[in-house]
């Protein structure tokens, strides 16, 4: 979606790094990954300590993708490249990085309770697995509609998933407070159009979601054809603590900017102030990608004289897209 060039200089929302590390696939001169959770800019440091100390395969058992019993071990092996407060913060909660620390965050352990309480109570395992094999689009179809879609299936995952027990459980209340829907029918109805497409035999999040591991599928940044080439890049990833719009006092103008859904969780009014300071601080031609979940936003909209939602694309993207759950995913250009 922002088809940055090389050289370019990127603003990243920070969240667990992911989206972060891909971008240093396009050789950026930078990319500044911000967040206001210090706890996550701790694990994007860790992140990024692999990178810099690790080998591809030291990298997924430490992180927890493969089992290993010798994670402590590891941790020594970066430790150095890790800040004062992000070696001392792991250092006190090393028992989360012995487990794996891509499955211990709080949202992880809600879809693992929902994987390992809640869906052996709909489906056995063996069902789980059929409805992720590879299948045509019609036979795909018909599996869900046939042999997956239960009352059960319906009751308790409306349930799991409604305001109430996600707030509760899943995600901070305050992330809600501007939804002003059916959280548990709005989430159904985006896994329901997924499930029934070819496309849920490869997204890693789906097979997590459902089964509590990842299996063969990884997220783009570590897969292996892109490990190597954001390795020789790591450097230029920057990490900061605030908000987008400090970075851009201390960095300047950007090329792209990756939001994430910053967006959702804004009163209109702090939205209209935000957009504004981000849309000024994006060079001409460059763009900006973000994703509206439950609450609409789209800073094109406010301001429309200097960007240009890029429709045919956003659409094309929102439908690949493996956060299926997403209402749309929008890139805006820069006039």
């Known amino acids: 979606g922002l088809m940055p060039k090389s ?157 109430y027990v996600m707030g509760r459980f899943g995600r901070d209340p305050e992330f809600l407070r501007e939804v002003n829907l059916t959280v548990s029918d709005y989430i159904f109805n985006k896994a329901e159009k997924h499930l029934k497409s070819t496309q849920a035999k490869n997204n890693f999040m789906l097979r997590f979601n459902l089964t509590g591991n990842f299996g063969d599928l990884l997220p783009h940044y570590l897969e292996a054809s892109n490990y190597a080439v954001i390795k020789a890049n790591i450097h230029n990833l920057i990490i900061r603590k605030g908000y987008a719009e400090d970075v851009i006092k201390e960095f300047g103008t950007f090329d792209s900017m990756n939001l994430s859904n910053i967006f959702e969780y804004m009163p209109k009014e702090v939205f209209s102030q935000t957009a504004r300071k981000l849309q000024l601080a994006l060079n001409k031609g460059g763009r900006m990608a973000y994703w509206n979940l439950m609450v609409p936003r789209s800073v094109s909209e406010v301001f429309p004289e200097a960007l240009v939602y890029k429709k045919e694309l956003s659409e094309k993207l929102t439908n690949d897209d493996r956060g299926f759950f997403y209402n749309q995913f929008i890139v805006d250009e820069k006039l």
């Open 7 to 163: 050289g370019s200089r990127i603003l990243s929302i920070g969240s667990a790094g992911d989206n972060s590390f891909s971008l240093l696939l396009n050789n950026p001169q930078l990319v500044v990954a911000v967040d206001i959770n210090p706890i996550q800019l701790y694990l994007i440091e860790l992140k990024k300590a692999c990178f810099l100390k690790l080998d591809r395969e030291e990298t997924l058992a430490f992180l927890g993708f493969n089992e290993s019993l010798d994670r402590l071990a590891l941790l020594s092996k970066i430790e150095t490249e890790l800040s004062d407060e992000a070696a001392t913060y792991w250092r006190a909660n090393s028992e989360l990085l012995k487990l794996g620390i891509i499955s211990q965050g709080k949202f992880e352990k809600y879809f693992i309770s929902f994987s390992k309480k809640i869906l052996p109570l709909i489906h056995s395992k063996k069902k789980t697995l059929e409805l992720l094999r590879p299948k045509d689009k019609l036979k795909q179809e018909l599996y869900y509609q046939n042999s997956w879609n239960t009352w059960r299936w319906r009751l308790l995952f409306k349930i799991f998933f409604s305001k």
